[in-house]
């Protein structure tokens, strides 16, 4: 170990090139000395090996010092691969750096002589402990001042090594970790990691010419006090600044990069920052800027990793220039602090363009600010215009330049939100007006065809009111209801675009949120309040706004999100209003002039063909778009009503007829829910006793028995002793086919329908107690039946396609006078699959349903002669039918109120019947006959629910039919086939309302 006052010195006697180096531990104690030293060569490599240790004590002294005069093409090269330390010493002792290549004017040191290239190899450690001790140290310096003149060029690379400058002496500790003032040289730094506990900073360059500046991955550099910078390069010729590593500053009014170019020599000069993919400059302290960069010429900012600036006025970025460039690549973020913005644009010259392709961000949600260099605070003295394109993500509002000409192309998502962190603890909790003010009457705003505007959701119980512009509505532009749009309403949000002459929409505007009465304010005016110039082009896209369908006019009721501007004008297409519904209170008629959705102010400059309905909920009805909410449906109306028929305003109304609001107009679905339990009914419908098993009574001629004994002169017995031959057991079935047409005597939706049904039915029958009066027939059926009905209104048209399954019982009374009662009875379950064409969609799928029917009939076959005879007959049908509820696309909430038909049947035929011997000895016998009816309807009619709206439908009560049909035995009544068709009418109305059916079936004898 050498212990010196001066370490190990190469004297300037040395005539060309020289070597030094230490490979042990050597400690200087005496002042103004170096561990390792040369002066006045005309060149030299200085290194300190791996195992080298160099401490030193005395005030002024330094690790590594190469200084002196030197000569032209000079070549001086330090390598630190060892370890360095300079140590506090004496109270008072300062300027105790690890490398200087120059002098140090505090020390008396001379400079480096002129056309000297310095190189500077660091991959070691070096800690200092001093006040202005400085970790790499290089200046060309001659006494206190710096000469002119070229000095060559100066490269460091300390990307291997560490530097800490420690503040254990007291005091502020302005120690950098590395600084370079380098005259007229060109200057390249490659920092590494390096940790400044003063108020120096990380890396700091000085240069008449440019200046190259960069950090590696996986460094970081650490700064920990006030205006201690992480990166600080000042050129007059261009500054360059590439992080791929880590910045992390803490102080007050540090900046992660602070990088300035072309100020003196050079005032076309470029300042150009980059931060790569992997890297992150985090400033925490207060008025601290993650990346500076400043030019007379150009400053340019690229961000490919993330910059966050979390403190009180911080912010993101701050770029000014007479042009700037600022560009986020898609990896990248930056986020600016509570009080500021994310990025702040210094302009004094002819402007420059912003591309965001990742994300900005801001705790204050100030994303971009526009101000002069001489004074943040002054708005109105902006100069050059700006170019802002987003194909990112950003969330806040902008502040551009007064003088106008700025552009905004949106082309991403862009949140407009004002939800600011005002006490710096990371929560935001302020809700105020978002405010994009555009600068001047000659910018324009372009939300182009991927573009997403929406309003970020707050949910802070503080708000600011300030600004807020209360929709209006009518010729008059009066105020809307303040107890819905009023900002105090918790999450109610307004976003403002002022000082924006044009607002070209290709893309999404989505205005919902947690609350409905959300807006957006489109104005040339510098504040809402006053009407302008600003127009709403559409061409093409979307607005989507939420609403409550319920009373109009501004009830409290009834609210919308809306569109707010003072002009509208129509471009290539007009846009789309998609309407997300709130399902609340949405069973009312609109009133007035309806739901209002976009306000124009200038009422002379409202195109009238700017906007249609539209979306997933929409669908066409009388060649104009329609959405649905509960059981009402909803068109798009330019202008109001009445004396506000020249408003300019777009409204939503529910009205059947364009020009006459009386009749609300319904949604596609309600025509089909209206006819739905008609169907049911029909389907659950219970036949006549011959439609069932056909003719079972024979007597007469019907049933010719053959005289016993061989004196007889006729083969056949008189009537009077055949007797009545009642059919006992048997095993049946049949097939139903009808077809049914309703125009309803009464409808809420003007719905006529017409169904077809299908059914088989089948069941066993037997003998339970005979007499001499007659014989009680019991039996089971089991059946199936499909309806498919088509339904028809001026509201829409649909079907609806039902299969049902049950079974059932009977109980029959043959009289042997002719007399007979039948009762039937029996379940079914259906399943329904509802359609609406109009709507072109399906309304439900697989609905269950059940229904009971019972009815009781009874006749008396009337003799006439052997052939002939009438039955008088009557028969009660009581059936019953209910569905699940449901709720369908439109919101409607769908469920049975009244579904039941008493229907009454008076009737009589006249019937033929006879019988005879077939070619094998045994009986046939054929029944026929012909019916007419007369029905009534004693109940009255259905009712179904849709969100608290009645749909009643009734059939014409009275209708009248005829009929024929008959029975065919053969073989004694082993088989038996038999059928029946009629034709049904109403009588009032006769033939607008009808039916016809027929049955056939088969029995077999058991």
Not at 507 to 528: P, Q
Not at 576 to 591: N, P, W
Request: aromatic share 8%; glycine share 16%.
């Amino acid at each position: 170990m050498l212990t010196s006052v001066c370490g190990l010195v190469l004297l300037p006697t040395v005539p060309a090139f020289s070597q030094m180096a230490n490979n042990g531990q050597v400690t200087v104690v005496g002042d103004n000395q170096a561990g390792l030293s040369w002066t006045a060569s005309p060149g030299a490599e200085l290194v300190n090996t791996e195992n080298g240790i160099i401490d030193v004590y005395g005030d002024k002294s330094t690790g590594i010092r190469v200084f002196g005069p030197g000569v032209e093409g000079a070549e001086v090269s330090v390598e630190n691969h060892g370890t360095i330390e300079t140590f506090l010493g004496e109270a008072g002792s300062s300027h105790k750096h690890g490398i200087i290549v120059g002098g140090d004017p505090n020390a008396g040191d001379g400079g480096i002589g002129v056309s000297t290239d310095v190189t500077i190899i660091h991959s070691g450690n070096i800690t200092t402990h001093s006040e202005s001790s400085r970790g790499i140290y290089v200046l060309r310096a001659q006494g206190n001042f710096i000469e002119p003149g070229p000095l060559g060029t100066v490269y460091i690379d300390a990307s291997q090594g560490t530097i800490s400058t420690l503040s254990t002496g007291g005091g502020d500790n302005t120690s950098d970790g590395i600084y370079v003032g380098a005259g007229n040289a060109d200057v390249a730094v490659i920092a590494g990691d390096i940790d400044v506990h003063g108020s120096g900073t990380g890396v700091a360059v000085t240069t008449d010419l440019s200046s190259e500046v960069s950090t590696v991955e996986g460094t970081a550099i650490r700064t920990f006090a006030g205006s201690a910078h992480g990166i600080q390069n000042f050129s007059s010729g261009d500054s360059t600044v590439s992080v791929m590593g880590d910045i992390f500053t803490s102080g007050t009014g540090a900046a992660g990069v602070n990088a300035s170019a072309g100020w003196f020599f050079e005032p076309d000069g470029k300042s150009s920052v980059t931060v790569g993919e992997n890297s992150r400059i985090e400033v925490s302290g207060a008025s601290s800027v993650g990346v500076q960069s400043a030019s007379f010429g150009v400053g340019e900012i690229d961000v490919s990793g993330e910059i966050v600036a979390s403190g009180n006025d911080g912010i993101g970025i701050d770029v000014g220039g007479s042009t700037y460039s600022v560009t986020i690549a898609n990896t990248g973020l930056v986020n600016g602090g509570w009080g500021e913005s994310g990025v702040a644009i210094n302009a004094f010259g002819t402007g420059g363009e912003i591309t965001n392709n990742g994300g900005l961000t801001s705790l204050s949600d100030r994303l971009v600010t526009s101000i002069p260099p001489s004074d943040f605070g002054d708005p109105d003295a902006q100069f050059g215009n700006m170019t802002l394109n987003n194909t990112g993500e950003m969330t806040g509002y902008v502040t551009l330049g007064a003088l106008g000409g700025n552009q905004f192309f949106n082309d991403n998502l862009f949140v407009i939100r004002n939800f600011s962190d005002t006490d710096g603890d990371g929560n935001r909790d302020l809700r105020g007006v978002a405010i994009n003010d555009m600068g001047g009457s000659d910018s324009h705003f372009v939300n182009g065809s991927n573009g997403m505007i929406t309003l970020g959701v707050s949910d802070a119980e503080d708000f600011d009111a300030t600004s807020y512009y209360v929709a209006a509505t009518g010729i008059d532009n009066s105020p809307l209801s303040p107890n819905i749009y009023d900002f105090s309403r918790p999450g109610l949000l307004q976003g403002q675009f002022i000082n924006t002459e044009s607002f070209l929409n290709r893309g999404l505007i989505d205005l919902t949120g947690a609350e409905i009465g959300n807006t957006l304010v489109i104005t040339s005016s510098d504040d809402a309040s006053t009407i302008g110039t600003g127009t709403f082009i559409a061409d093409g896209g979307v607005l989507r706004l939420g609403a409550i369908l319920n009373d109009g006019d501004g009830g409290e009721g009834s609210i919308a999100d809306m569109l707010i501007a003072d002009r509208v004008e129509l471009g290539s297409a007009a846009t789309t209003i998609e309407v997300a519904i709130r399902d609340q209170a949405s069973e009312a008629l609109t009133v007035a002039n309806g739901i209002q959705l976009v306000q124009v102010r200038d009422k002379d400059y409202s195109a009238e063909d700017a906007f249609i309905l539209g979306g997933e909920n929409s669908y066409e009805h009388n060649g104009a778009q329609a959405i649905g909410d509960g059981a009402y449906a909803y068109k798009l109306y330019h202008n109001g009503l009445g004396t506000d028929a020249a408003d300019g305003n777009w409204y939503l109304r529910s009205q059947l007829q364009d020009d006459d609001p009386t009749d609300p107009l319904y949604t596609g679905g309600v025509p089909v829910y209206e006819a739905y339990p008609q169907l049911l009914l029909g389907l659950n419908g219970l036949p006549t006793l011959q439609q069932r098993v056909g003719n079972r009574y024979w007597n007469n001629a019907g049933n010719k028995v053959l005289i016993q004994g061989a004196d007889a002169i006729v083969p056949f017995a008189p009537a009077e002793e055949a007797g009545v031959l009642i059919e006992e057991n048997a095993i049946w079935g049949r097939i139903e086919g009808s077809h049914t047409k309703i125009t309803s005597k009464t409808s809420t939706s003007a719905t006529d329908y017409d169904y077809n049904t299908f059914k088989l039915q089948a069941g066993i029958d037997g003998l339970l107690h005979e007499n001499d009066d007659g014989k009680l027939i019991g039996g089971v059926t089991v059946h199936y039946a499909h309806g498919k009905a088509d339904i028809y209104s001026v509201h829409g048209n649909g079907d609806i396609k039902t299969d049902g399954y049950g079974f059932g019982g009977t109980l029959t009374w043959y009289g042997e006078n002719g007399f007979y009662v039948d009762n039937q009875a029996q379940v079914t379950w259906y399943d329904s699959d509802l359609y609406s064409s109009t709507v072109q969609s399906s309304l439900v799928n697989g609905n269950s349903g059940f229904g009971y029917a019972l009815s009781i009939e009874t006749g008396k076959r009337i003799t006439m002669d052997d052939h002939w005879s009438l039955t008088p007959q009557a028969q009660l049908v009581y059936s019953n039918v209910r569905f699940d509820s449901f709720t369908d696309q439109f919101n409607g909430h769908v469920s049975r109120e009244k579904a039941a038909s008493l229907q009454g049947r008076l009737g009589i035929s006249a019937d033929y019947q006879n019988s005879w011997l077939n070619d094998q000895g045994m009986m046939n016998r054929s029944y026929a006959y012909g019916i007419a009816n007369l029905y009534n309807e004693f109940l009255d009619g259905t009712k179904v629910d849709v969100s608290g709206v009645t749909l009643a439908n009734e059939r014409e009560r009275l209708w009248a039919g005829i009929g024929i049909g008959g029975s065919y035995n053969w073989d004694d009544d082993k088989y038996s086939i038999y059928g029946e068709g009629s034709i049904n009418t109403s009588i009032k109305n006769f033939g607008d309302s009808y039916s016809y059916k027929g049955t056939l079936g088969i029995r077999v004898k058991w």
